[in-house]
């Protein structure tokens, strides 16, 4: 299995930045995927995840209403939408996969883990 994070760089307050995690290696329809993000000098924390079945949606109440999750099947390829990101978004972001058909926002749930891609929000 291989996650490959892209699309972050540096943005705006108030902006927006769709940063994408192409997946490959198995298929994924019964599983679910993550975005986690690190900033300096913090632990890594749950952002959202989204079912490929279905494409249920769960997020953390720090990006809620203001990042969107979705999936295209077609191209394997799970996209984490930030509008109007904040100073505080700054982090690494990360893409993960969990083996399962139910996740929730524990790192210990999900097996595989992509590159991160760094996002900078300037204020």
């Known amino acids: 299995v291989q996650l490959q994070a892209s699309g972050g760089g540096l943005v705006q307050a108030g902006g927006s930045l769709r940063l994408s995690c192409a997946a490959s290696?198995?298929?994924?329809?019964?599983?679910?995927m993550g975005w986690f993000r690190q900033a300096p000098g913090k632990e890594r924390e749950f952002v959202g995840s989204i079912k490929w079945s279905g494409g249920s949606t769960y997020y953390a109440e720090s990006v809620k209403g203001r990042f969107t999750i979705s999936r295209d099947n077609a191209k394997n390829t799970v996209y984490l939408q930030m509008n109007n990101p904040k100073p505080e978004d700054t982090a690494v972001y990360y893409c993960?996969?969990?083996?399962?058909?139910?996740?929730?926002?524990?790192?210990?749930?999900?097996?595989?883990w992509g590159r991160g891609t760094q996002v900078t929000v300037s204020s």
């Open positions: 290696g198995r298929t994924f329809s019964s599983y679910v």
């Open positions: 993960a996969v969990a083996l399962r058909a139910i996740a929730g926002k524990s790192e210990s749930e999900y097996r595989y």
